[in-house]
């Protein structure tokens, strides 16, 4: 069974950093890319950030590009998400994903996110 496991979501205020951890099981994490998508209410979902697979490559939304940064850690299955400076407009569920290719745009395996709120 695939089980994508998210935590760190919380209430902070803006300008504070926050780190969000998505662990992995049932599927060898070291072949898949791995990625982070935001939903805020009443939107739909949006791409965050990916990274490949060995962690040599990532992508960003242009939202997030040097304030949030995606990396992983191969051997503890484990894929974080490391937010600094945080806006309102960040307050959303954050949902990690996993797919065997890196940078399309479907992906095979969701967590069940974790609610990021932002508060001015």
């Known amino acids: 069974q695939v089980k994508l496991v998210e935590s760190g979501g919380t209430s902070v205020q803006a300008g504070d950093s926050l780190r969000l951890s998505c662990v992995v099981s049932?599927?060898?994490?070291?072949?898949?890319?791995m990625a982070w998508f935001r939903q805020a209410p009443g939107k739909e979902r949006e791409f965050v950030a990916t990274?490949?697979?060995?962690?040599?490559?990532?992508i960003y939304a242009d939202s997030v590009k040097g304030r949030f940064t995606i990396s992983r850690d191969n051997s503890e299955n484990t894929v974080f998400l490391q937010m600094n400076s945080l806006k309102p407009e960040d307050t959303a569920v954050y949902y990690c994903a996993a797919d065997l290719s890196f940078g399309g745009s479907l992906y095979d395996y969701w967590g069940q996110g974790t609610q990021v709120s932002v508060s001015s």
């Open positions: 049932g599927v060898p994490f070291s072949r898949y890319a």
């Open positions: 990274i490949h697979r060995n962690g040599g490559s990532t």
